[in-house]
C-alpha cells in the first residue's frame, strides 16, 4: 500500500490559516489548503470540535477526526472570554487566511467580525461559512448540509419515482461547499498578491448554493418551459440505458450510454445487435421513449452472468460499465491502489491508518499528508502560544517572512 510522501514540493508553503471553524465544510477547506503545504493551526473549543464526536471511534480515538484533522496544529480558545478572543485576535494577525462558520454576528460580537479583522490585518482573507449566507431573510438560521441538500433541490430530484425525496449518506453539501471554498480562497489569494496590491476580502459562503450551481440546467429549463425535474431513480431524463443491474453473483456495476456509438456497443455486448439498425433504439429520444426495453435485455444479460465476466465482456470492446464498489472492493481495486487513491499514514495514537490521498494531483508540486489529525486536545498549544505572543505586539505585530512574498 502506497504511503504519503511528505518530502514533496509544497505550493502553499509560507501560506498561514487559521481555522476557527467546526464539524465540516469549513475545516474540510483547511485540510485541503493543508494538503498542499499551508501552516493551519486549528481553533477548537475547550470541549472539543464535535467533528471529534462524529462516526465512529477505536479504542476511543475518533477516526473521522483522523481524516478532517490531517495536517494541524491544534489549540483550544473559549471564544466567549475576552482573554481567548484576544489571543484569537493575534491569531488573526498572523494569518493569510482565516475560516470560520458561526452565525451572522456571533464573531463581531467577540470583537472578531470582519471589519475589525480587516482594520488589524488589511491582507487577510476570511471565508465565513454559513448553512444560508450572510444575506437575506435565511441567513440568521441554523444552518447545516441535510438543510442544504433539501434547500438546495438536491433531494427533491434524488430517489425512486414513488418514493421520498432522499437525502445522500454523507455530507455532500458540507464536502461541495468546502471544494468551492477552497478555490474561493485561491481566487482571493491571487488577487491580493497579483492584481489587488495587497488588499484581502471576505467570502460568503453558505452550503447551499455550491450544490444548486451543479444540480444542471433546471433552472433555464423551468423558466423556459417550465419543466420540473422529478426523481427517476438511477435513470436520466437524458440518456438511456442510465442504471444500475444485478450481477449472477450478487454484485451491481453501473451503466450510462451517453453516446449512440456507446450504446451500439451494448447491444453487441448482450447478443442484441440488430437494435442498432432499429429506429426505436439508435436516437436519443428513441432510447428514451423505450427505456423500460433496453433495460430489461441489459438486466436480463447481466444477470446471468458473474461480475467478472460482465466487466471483462463490457471492457473488451470499449463498452462502459463500471463496479458499484463497497469501501471493501475499494481497497482491494487494483485501479485504486496504481493510482494511491488512498494511503497509510503513520499516526501517533493507532500506529498507521488509511485515508483518502490528497486531490487534485499536481504533477511539479503534489500535496502530502504530513501527520493525521492528534486525537490529543490542545496538542500544541506551546507552539501556537508562542506565536500568539509574537502577534500581540502592536496593531499589526512583528511580521515574518508571508505567502506574498514567496510567490
Known amino acids: 500500500m502506497e504511503t504519503s510522501n511528505p518530502s514533496s514540493k509544497a505550493p502553499l508553503e509560507g501560506l498561514r490559516v487559521l481555522d476557527l471553524s467546526s464539524l465540516y465544510a469549513g475545516p474540510l477547506i483547511a485540510t485541503t489548503l493543508g494538503d498542499f503545504g499551508a501552516e493551519v493551526i486549528k481553533v477548537e473549543h475547550p470541549r472539543g470540535d464535535d467533528a471529534r464526536r462524529w462516526g465512529l471511534s477505536k479504542d476511543g480515538v475518533p477516526l473521522w477526526w483522523k481524516v478532517i484533522s490531517r495536517n494541524k496544529r491544534l489549540i483550544t480558545l473559549d471564544l466567549h472570554l475576552p482573554e481567548d478572543q484576544a489571543k484569537a485576535r493575534a491569531?488573526?494577525?498572523?494569518?493569510?487566511?482565516?475560516?470560520?462558520?458561526?452565525?451572522?454576528?456571533?464573531?463581531?460580537?467577540?470583537?472578531?467580525?470582519?471589519?475589525?479583522?480587516?482594520?488589524?490585518n488589511p491582507r487577510l482573507v476570511m471565508v465565513r461559512v454559513t448553512g444560508f449566507g450572510q444575506t437575506g431573510p435565511r441567513a440568521q438560521q441554523p444552518g447545516f448540509g441535510t438543510?442544504?441538500?433539501?434547500?438546495?433541490?438536491?433531494?427533491?430530484?434524488?430517489?425512486?419515482?414513488?418514493?421520498?425525496?432522499?437525502?445522500?449518506?454523507?455530507?455532500?453539501?458540507?464536502g461541495v461547499a468546502a471544494l468551492a471554498g477552497t478555490y474561493a480562497v485561491m481566487m482571493a489569494l491571487y488577487?491580493?498578491?497579483a492584481r489587488g496590491g495587497g488588499e484581502?476580502?471576505?467570502?460568503?459562503?453558505?452550503?447551499?448554493?455550491?450544490?444548486f450551481n451543479i444540480l444542471?440546467?433546471?433552472?433555464?429549463?423551468?423558466?423556459?418551459?417550465?419543466?420540473?425535474?422529478?426523481?427517476?431513480?438511477?435513470?436520466?431524463?437524458?440518456?438511456?440505458?442510465?442504471n444500475t443491474y444485478l450481477t449472477r453473483d450478487g454484485h451491481w456495476v453501473a451503466l450510462s450510454g451517453g453516446t449512440q456509438g456507446v450504446v451500439d456497443r451494448m447491444y453487441r455486448v448482450i447478443g442484441r445487435p440488430e437494435l442498432a439498425q432499429d429506429p426505436r433504439y439508435n436516437t436519443a429520444q428513441g432510447r428514451l421513449e423505450h427505456a423500460d426495453e433496453i433495460d430489461g435485455w441489459l438486466a436480463e444479460w447481466i444477470g446471468q452472468h458473474d461480475l467478472e465476466e460482465v466487466l471483462a465482456r463490457f471492457e473488451a470492446i470499449e463498452a462502459p460499465i463500471a463496479p458499484v464498489n463497497?469501501?471493501?472492493?475499494?481497497?482491494?481495486?487494483?485501479?485504486?491502489?496504481?493510482?494511491?487513491?488512498?494511503?497509510?499514514?503513520?499516526?501517533?495514537?493507532?500506529?498507521?491508518?488509511?485515508m483518502q490521498n490528497v486531490v487534485p494531483r499536481l504533477s511539479l508540486t503534489p500535496?502530502?499528508?504530513?501527520?493525521?489529525?492528534?486525537?490529543?486536545l490542545d496538542r500544541d498549544r506551546e507552539y501556537v502560544e508562542g506565536i500568539i505572543r509574537q502577534f500581540s505586539e502592536g496593531p499589526t505585530g512583528p511580521r515574518r517572512r508571508r505567502y506574498s512574498e514567496e510567490v
Open 91 to 120: 491569531l488573526c494577525r498572523w494569518a493569510d487566511v482565516v475560516i470560520e462558520n458561526f452565525r451572522p454576528g456571533r464573531l463581531e460580537g467577540w470583537g472578531l467580525g470582519w471589519e475589525q479583522l480587516h482594520a488589524l
Open 367 to 376: 500535496g502530502a499528508i504530513r501527520h493525521s489529525g492528534p486525537a490529543t
Open 216 to 242: 444542471g440546467p433546471q433552472a433555464i429549463e423551468y423558466t423556459q418551459t417550465g419543466t420540473v425535474q422529478q426523481r427517476q431513480g438511477n435513470r436520466s431524463r437524458r440518456t438511456s440505458p442510465r
Open 200 to 211: 484581502g476580502q471576505y467570502i460568503d459562503l453558505s452550503l447551499y448554493e455550491p450544490l
Open 147 to 174: 438543510l442544504a441538500e433539501a434547500y438546495s433541490g438536491f433531494a427533491f430530484i434524488t430517489g425512486q419515482p414513488d418514493g421520498p425525496p432522499t437525502l445522500p449518506p454523507f455530507g455532500l453539501a458540507d
Open 191 to 193: 488577487w491580493r498578491d
Open 326 to 354: 463497497s469501501i471493501a472492493q475499494i481497497l482491494q481495486d487494483p485501479h485504486y491502489r496504481a493510482r494511491a487513491s488512498f494511503v497509510e499514514v503513520p499516526d501517533e495514537d493507532l500506529g498507521r491508518v488509511v
